[in-house]
């Protein structure tokens, strides 16, 4: 089956410093998600970005399909973009199951 | 509106005993999904469900799993004899029909701790 490897696996940031979080997967695949769970467990989605590049304010992924991997940016960051970061792809078959990474789990210190 | 409702938010039970989790899914989306979000394994695909269709029951792990959605909305996943391992936070997610590629709405989990 498709894997999925994130990095790095931790990461501390002071509060306003920059930061690149990367996913790697094993196959092809048509459809990428980022998500974050935030301290509390909750998860939510970023962006679902399968190629190409978006922007969602201090949030920004690009996913190159051809080379299998997927970053996401994370611009002056804030202590409330603690959490994991996930990134997740679709399995086999027709059904929308997501295959997750491991996650990055992020913390932004004041 | 109302997201993804799960219940019982946490859950304490004794190896052996049989456990219900409810999902109640964002209203008018048509799939469902049961994860599980554990220390040792991450995040790991357990059922889907799409309207009629037969559910994909390719990610449950013993047969001591089992999954029922009634009437195309509520489901409940039930765990029979639990083990110490079965510990975990059992996330629900749904979509609308014909948004499965883009993204999923997770409810906020039932914390399931078997002693």
């Known amino acids: 089956g498709i894997q999925v490897e994130q990095s790095p696996p931790d990461l501390i940031l002071q509060e306003g410093a920059n930061s690149t979080l990367r996913c790697n997967f094993s196959?092809?695949?048509?459809?990428l998600q980022w998500f974050h769970q935030n301290p509390w467990g909750q998860l939510i989605n970023l962006f679902y970005?399968?190629?190409g590049t978006k922007q969602n304010g201090r949030l920004s992924a690009t996913t190159v399909a051809t080379e299998r991997y997927s970053l996401l940016y994370i611009s002056s960051s804030q202590t409330t973009d603690s959490g994991v970061y996930f990134c997740?792809?679709?399995?086999?078959?027709?059904?929308?199951?997501?295959?997750f990474g491991q996650g990055t789990t992020l913390q932004v210190k004041p | 509106g109302a997201g993804v409702s799960q219940s019982p938010s946490n859950k304490v039970t004794e190896k052996g005993k049989d456990v219900e989790l409810r999902c109640d899914p964002i209203s008018g989306h048509t799939a469902l999904y049961w994860y599980r979000q554990s220390l040792g394994q991450g995040l790991e695909f357990l059922i889907y469900?799409?309207?009629?269709?037969?559910?994909?029951k390719s990610g449950l792990p013993s047969d001591r799993f089992s999954a029922e959605r009634t009437g195309g909305s509520v489901s409940t996943l039930t765990i029979q004899r639990t083990q110490q391992e079965d510990s975990a936070v059992y996330l629900c997610a749904s979509t609308p029909r014909g948004r499965e590629w883009e993204t999923q709405y997770f409810g906020p989990g039932t914390r399931l701790l078997v002693l």
């Open positions: 196959d092809s695949v048509n459809n």
């Open positions: 970005i399968p190629s």
């Open positions: 469900f799409q309207g009629n269709s037969a559910p994909d």
């Open positions: 997740a792809v679709h399995g086999s078959g027709n059904t929308g199951k997501l295959i």
